[in-house]
């Protein structure tokens, strides 16, 4: 018994010095690795600024991850280069097919030539009778432009940058359990683009990597800068303004957007 008692006592007097010395060891180990990281961070931004091949190997590391993680997981996304792209839906009894067509700009060009080209892919807006089955989306450098109706305006009216922002869309159906949310580049935020007929929803709906249920019971919830709430069902749209972002109807062909 008195054995016993020895050697707790020698433990409880040894065991407060053990964990002294353990903490003052991960202590260090902690402060070296904080340094090694800060070390390496430093360095890796020095050389990504200074050095154009290490900054284009990065790159091209991240847009290799990128890509194989969503062609894993099935996920569509935007080609690099400048493109049109012409979104059509069909509508089949109960279901609704998906199609589009990239047709990438191969020459060099500048806002106004872009805009002359682009007109050029008007032919099936004109020639498709419901204005909710259709949308040209295109893009210049980090610009979208969104058109379901063709509109003839100045080129700096097309590419004047609304003082509007979105701040959150949601795309909610009666079959769903869950929301979507969908991500609007900042870059569609321009005047007189035409977000949110129902063949641009499906098309965000395609390029995101949630379940979700499409026909034309959905319901787009969006909240603005001015924290207004504005909602969208079918046979609506969102047109951008300078100043405002605002809901209309779609029109046909013969008529014009207000």
């Known amino acids: 018994m008195l054995l016993v008692n020895r050697m707790i006592i020698n433990y409880n007097s040894t065991f407060p010095y053990i964990q002294n010395i353990i903490y003052t060891v991960i202590t ?32 091209k590391m991240k847009r290799y991850k990128h890509d194989f993680i969503n062609y894993m997981y099935n996920i569509k996304t ?4 400048n493109w049109h792209n012409t979104i059509r839906i069909v509508k089949h009894s109960d279901t609704y097919e998906y199609n589009e067509k990239y047709e990438k700009i191969t020459e060099k060009t500048n806002e106004q030539s872009f805009m002359k080209g682009m007109r050029d ?19 210049f ?12 305006l100045k080129n700096n009216d097309i590419f004047e940058k609304s003082s509007m922002s979105i701040l959150s869309v949601t795309y909610s159906h009666p079959s769903m359990e869950e929301n979507i949310e969908l991500i609007i580049p900042k870059t ?5 683009n035409q977000l949110f007929n129902s ?3 499906y098309h965000c709906l395609q390029y995101q990597d949630k379940p ?16 207004n709430m504005l909602e969208i069902s079918s046979n609506q749209y969102l047109h951008i303004y300078k100043d405002e972002l605002k809901v209309q109807e779609l029109v046909s062909n013969n008529e014009h957007i207000q």
């Open 141 to 152: 450098n980090d610009i979208f432009c969104v058109q379901h109706t063709p509109i003839y």
């Open 78 to 81: 935007y080609p690099e280069y």
């Open 199 to 201: 063949a641009f929803i």
């Open 212 to 227: 979700y249920v499409f026909n034309e019971q959905y319901k787009i919830e969006i909240m603005d800068s001015d924290v």
């Open 28 to 59: 260090k180990l902690l402060d070296y690795y904080s340094g090694a990281v800060v070390f390496l961070e430093d360095k890796f931004t020095y050389s990504y600024n200074k050095y154009g091949w290490f900054k284009l190997t990065v790159d």
């Open 121 to 139: 892919f008007y032919h099936p807006l004109y020639n498709c009778e419901n204005k909710n089955y259709i949308c040209l989306l295109s893009k």
């Open 188 to 192: 569609m935020l321009y005047c007189h």
